[in-house]
């Protein structure tokens, strides 16, 4: 049941009091791009986030002036301006350090799966009718006054993912929203799930393979992110899309239980939902060939340390190590892979058995509290320290200095720099 006959062209709605729509800094921007009295609007997830009463995370605004007009504009006012994707009508204005993506309004001309040739237009409706959700269509003025050609808000607050128009003919457009689709079902839907929009998912899912990585990545990671992405992944099983994107995916049951440690059991300012923890505990039991997946979606070398360790742990994180081995493991992985370790490493532990004792769970929190609060101690001594005790430079002082930092680390990080200069004396005559 939909409700329709809403003239798309007359605002029917209004946004909540939201603080960014009269911030400073929106005023700014909204006051450049209208100096010459264009109409303008806000788009996409702002107004849809701010209808339903969510945190807004970046501002999208639409505009009828070409690109050109808009950096033109934006210059004029001394608003820095970044050509983020010019052909497609996208520049980036930055003020106080937050980002406003402005795209001129424009029609999908010609669509291949992968990418759009477009024009520009000043059609707000045609502009809409390009968009994928109809919750993805609103837009709202600068008064807050909301625009819905689609029922957008019905389907909204029915949780209701909805192409506009028909989900074969949108998916074959443009392969990436079979990945929207499940992110958006994942964060705003509803069972039961619409049986036409997986049917077109399932029809091109071997399709995006053509999709560039970082793309794909980008999607990927915010599904690892939605409330259970567990549930959305094996609904992306299911329509056979996963093994596409992620033949490496095991069994979701240890991403579950980590997701509801991080969002649930534990409360721990510090530790929250994370796309590559989740990745790793989707793939540790499977995987061997992270440099592999790691190619294939574009993750940052960062990112790919982290999975690899993750997914061949150098140290055994639980929750009675010791303090000693803890303080040496958070010391040379820092915290948050520490916190990676650990809550996969609990997951594993629910996920196994049933029966664990009553104060299992105090244990794995107070560990990761000291590893939340964490602070890297300085080793005390450098080179200089060495040098000064008449030893030639040489291979010898860094054996030395690594012989007193083992005794420090295994001491707890607890002698003092005169203790470990008493130290240094004793090796040094040893040698
Ligand atoms: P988020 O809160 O994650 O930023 P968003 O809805 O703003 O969500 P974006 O990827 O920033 O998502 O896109 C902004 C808007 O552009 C969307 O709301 C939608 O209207 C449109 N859009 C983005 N990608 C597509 C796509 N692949 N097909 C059709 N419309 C799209
Ligand atoms: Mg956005």
């Known amino acids: 049941m939909v409700a ?159 192409f506009i128009g028909s989900a074969h003919d949108r998916v074959a457009e443009d392969y990436l929203r079979i990945l929207r689709y499940f992110r958006f079902y994942g964060s705003h839907g509803r069972p039961p799930i619409d049986s036409e929009a997986i049917a077109a998912c399932r029809a091109f899912a071997n399709k995006l393979t053509e999709i560039s990585g970082e793309r794909v990545q980008s999607e990927f990671m915010k599904i690892l992110c939605v409330a259970d992405p567990a549930e959305i992944l094996i609904k992306m099983k299911g329509a056979e899309v996963l093994h596409v994107i992620l033949p490496e995916a095991g069994d979701p049951g240890v991403l579950r239980l980590v997701n509801w440690l991080e969002t649930r059991a534990v409360i721990i300012a510090g530790v929250s939902p994370d796309p590559i923890r989740h990745l790793g505990a989707l793939i540790c039991e499977t995987t061997t060939n992270v440099q592999e997946l790691a190619r294939r979606l574009k993750l940052s070398n960062r990112d790919q340390n982290r999975l690899q360790l993750i997914c061949d742990p150098p140290v055994a994180v639980t929750a009675d190590m010791g303090e000693l081995a803890e303080t040496k493991a958070l010391r040379a992985y820092g915290i948050e892979q520490f916190i990676d370790f650990a809550l996969i490493q609990w997951a594993r532990e629910l996920y196994a058995q049933t029966h664990l004792p009553p104060n299992r769970k105090k244990i794995w929190v107070e560990l990761l509290e000291r590893a939340v609060r964490w602070s890297t101690p300085t080793f005390p001594l450098t080179g200089q320290d060495v040098m000064a005790l008449g030893i030639e430079p040489g291979p010898k002082i860094g054996n030395l200095l690594a012989a007193v930092e083992t005794w420090w680390e295994n001491h707890s990080y607890t002698p003092s720099r005169q203790e470990c200069l008493n130290r240094l004396f004793d090796e040094a005559n040893r040698l």
């Open 4 to 162: 329709h006959n809403v003239n798309p062209l007359q605002a029917t709605g209004q946004l909540p009091p939201v603080e960014w729509l009269n911030a400073p800094a929106t005023r700014i921007v909204t006051q450049a791009l209208t100096a010459h009295g264009a109409e303008i609007r806000f788009v996409g997830g702002c107004v849809r986030d701010a209808l339903g009463h969510r945190q807004v995370k970046d501002i999208d605004l639409a505009t009828p002036d070409p690109p050109d007009q808009v950096m033109a504009l934006l210059r004029q006012a001394g608003i820095r301006v970044l050509p983020t994707g010019l052909k497609h009508g996208t520049v980036t204005a930055i003020v106080d350090h937050q980002h406003f993506e402005i795209t001129t309004l424009r029609i999908d001309l010609e669509t291949d799966g992968r990418r759009a040739e477009v024009a520009f237009t000043d059609d707000w409706l045609e502009d809409a009718k390009r968009r994928d959700f109809t919750f993805n269509a609103l837009s709202a003025n600068l008064a807050g006054e909301v625009f819905d050609p689609f029922s957008g808000l019905w389907d909204l607050a029915h949780g209701q993912v909805r």
